[in-house]
C-alpha cells in the first residue's frame, strides 16, 4: 500500500516540477477560454453518466464561461510550429498523463481482483 502512495507522491512531484518550469516561460497569464470549454464539454457527458453532480453543475459552468468568453479564445500553434523546447515541454507532459493512466488502469485491476 505504501508503494502505491510514493508512486503517487512522485507523479504529483514531477507535475509540479514540470508546472514551476513552464510557469517562469508563460509571458501572459491570461486564461484560454478554449480550454475552459474543452473541459466544460467533457465534464458533462462524465457527470450524466456517472450520476455526479458536481461533475454535471462545473462542465455546465465551464461550458457557459467558454461560450460567454467566445471571442477570446485562443488558437493552439500546431506541433510543426513550436520550438523544441515548447515540443520536449509537450512530449513530457504526453509520457506524462500515458503513465498516470497506465498506473490508474493497473491499480485499477490489483483492487479488482
Request: aromatic share 12%; no cysteine.
Amino acid at each position: 500500500m505504501q508503494w502505491r502512495i510514493i508512486i503517487i507522491f512522485g507523479f504529483l512531484l514531477l507535475a509540479l516540477v514540470l508546472y514551476l518550469l513552464k510557469k517562469k516561460n508563460i509571458k501572459d497569464d491570461k486564461p484560454n477560454y478554449r480550454v475552459l470549454f474543452i473541459v466544460g464539454i467533457t465534464w458533462l457527458p462524465l457527470g450524466i453518466v456517472t450520476k455526479n453532480p458536481g461533475f454535471l453543475v462545473g462542465g455546465l459552468i465551464l461550458t457557459i464561461i467558454g461560450l460567454v468568453k467566445r471571442d477570446q479564445w485562443r488558437e493552439e500553434k500546431k506541433w510543426s510550429e513550436l520550438s523544441p523546447a515548447e515540443k520536449k515541454f509537450k512530449l513530457a507532459i504526453i509520457v506524462l498523463l500515458a503513465l498516470m493512466v497506465v498506473a490508474g488502469v493497473v491499480t485499477f485491476l490489483m483492487y479488482k481482483n
